[in-house]
Every structure is written in C-alpha cells, then in structure tokens.
C-alpha cells in the first residue's frame, strides 16, 4: 500500500504559476510511475501529466502541453507539476497517481491516489 499527499495549491492570478509536489509515505518513488489527474466542477477527471519509473519519459496532454512540465525526484521521493502560464481553465482539483508499472493517461490504470489539492486561477 502507498500514501500519496498533493501539496502546493492554492489561488493565483492568470498567467501565474504554482509548483504542485506529490510525496509518498512510507514507500519511495523509486519503482513507480506517476500521473497528474484534474477534475474541474461539473467535469470529468481528465489526464494531466505522467512521468515514467525512470523519468525519461513524459507524457502532456494537449491543453496544457508547452506550459506544464512533469518531473520527479527519486531522493526525495518527490514528483512535481511545474505549472506555469496559468488560465481560469486550468482550475480544478489535481490528484496524484502511482502504479508500479503503468505510466499511460488512462486513470484505471493507476493503483493509488492522493486526496487532491485545489488549484484555483483567477480572471
């Protein structure tokens, strides 16, 4: 079993940035491949970002690709969202996921999840 925890929301204006960080416990993130999911109100969840066991690979999805970027680090046991150039579209919850092998945009195929933590972005 792994413990995730999504910190770094909050409010911000458009065009701003925010540092989304997901951290284990308990387990490190060493083995494990992680993706961002956001769920906005009266939405639904919808793939974000995902970065591979290694992190040599990444995966965007197209609304955000350019201004996102997806990283991890294994010391730390840390996975981060860098999320810049921000607009009132991106709001929403974000949760972090890990699975042991899987690294694609398809939610089920994630075995754990974080709480989420709101982002919210002002006009």
């Known amino acids: 079993q792994v413990q995730l925890e999504e910190s770094g929301g909050g409010l911000v204006q458009a065009g701003g940035s925010l540092r989304l960080s997901c951290a284990t416990s308990?387990?490190?993130?060493?083995?494990?491949?992680v993706g961002w999911f956001r769920q906005a109100p009266g939405k639904e969840r919808e793939f974000v970002a995902s970065?591979?066991?290694?992190?040599?690979?990444?995966a965007y999805a197209d609304s955000i690709k350019g201004r996102f970027t997806i990283s991890r680090d294994s010391a730390k046991n840390t996975v981060y969202l860098q999320m810049n150039s921000l607009n009132p579209e991106d709001t929403a919850v974000y949760y972090c996921?890990?699975?042991?092998?899987?690294?694609?945009?398809?939610?089920?195929?994630?075995?754990?999840w974080g709480q989420g933590t709101q982002v919210t972005v002002s006009s």
């Open positions: 996921a890990a699975n042991r092998y899987y690294d694609g945009s398809s939610s089920s195929g994630y075995n754990y």
């Open positions: 970065i591979s066991r290694s992190g040599g690979n990444t």
């Open positions: 308990g387990r490190t993130f060493s083995s494990y491949a």
